[in-house]
T-cell receptor
Framework: AQRVTQPEKLLSVFKGAPVELKCNYSYSGSPELFWYVQYSRQRLQLLLRHISRESIKGFTADLNKGETSFHLKKPFAQEEDSAMYYCALLYSSASKIIFGSGTRLSIRP | ETGVTQSPTHLIKTRGQQVTLRCSSQSGHNTVSWYQQALGQGPQFIFQYYREEENGRGNFPPRFSGLQFPNYSSELNVNALELDDSALYLC??????????FGAGGTDTQYFGPGTRLTVL
């Protein structure tokens, strides 16, 4: 069955420290993966998608098919990165998308 | 350009009642998706509509139904409400440039509304 797992409910790091938000997926086909972010009192919004291979706000995520992971990374955390982050798997063959349960990232000054 | 709007903001119903939630898509978007987000969980996909037709559905019972209108606004209807239906309901619109296929090629970005908080007593 298709599944997205974000093992950490809360991740707290100091400003300037590296950040890695973990995401593992279960899907037998060719996955399309996304990271969504929700800042305090704002709407859920797309942060980045794996096929674009882009860096947004200093964040990158690499799809590792061998480990079935799509971890979100940033080398130097900033206070404005504090938010809720959701990993999502799209399996377009079924026109469905699955979200993980989310990780709350808290950046300490 | 206006963003996605949802109404009402909050709603309280009792078990067994029926509810209709509304969503206005972002200007120029012809695809809308609905999600249920329980407290402490990620959004769960309910269904998607593209050009007024259901285009994909998650694991929700038939008492969850929807409509998309010619102006691409949308409704989510839930019949025979249960306590577990208490949640934040999100809608998201997208341009439908992928012919309605869900994010095919990753070209369609979803734009989310603020949500409707439904409480079932």
């Amino acid at each position: 069955a298709q599944r997205v797992t974000q093992p950490e409910k809360l991740l707290s790091v100091f400003k300037g420290a590296p950040v890695e938000l973990k995401c593992n997926y279960s899907y037998s086909g060719s996955p399309e993966l996304f990271w969504y972010v929700q800042y305090s009192r704002q709407r859920l919004q797309l942060l980045l998608r794996h096929i674009s291979r882009e860096s947004i706000k200093g964040f990158t995520a690499d799809l590792n098919k061998g480990e079935t992971s799509f971890h979100l990374k940033k080398p130097f955390a900033q206070e404005e990165d504090s938010a809720m982050y959701y990993c999502a798997l799209l399996y377009s063959s079924a026109s469905k998308i699955i979200f993980g349960s989310g990780t709350r990232l808290s950046i300490r000054p | 350009e206006t963003g996605v709007t949802q109404s009402p903001t909050h709603l309280i119903k009792t078990r067994g009642q029926q509810v209709t939630l509304r969503c206005s898509s972002q200007s120029g978007h012809n695809t809308v998706s609905w999600y249920q987000q329980a407290l402490g969980q990620g959004p769960q996909f309910i269904f998607q509509y593209y050009r007024e037709e259901e285009n994909g559905r998650g694991n929700f019972p038939p008492r969850f139904s929807g409509l998309q209108f010619p102006n691409y606004s949308s409704e989510l209807n839930v019949n025979a409400l249960e306590l577990d239906d208490s949640a934040l309901y999100l809608c998201a619109s997208s341009p439908g440039t992928s012919g309605g296929r869900f994010g095919a090629g990753g070209t369609d970005t979803q734009y989310f509304g603020p949500g409707t908080r439904l409480t079932v007593l």
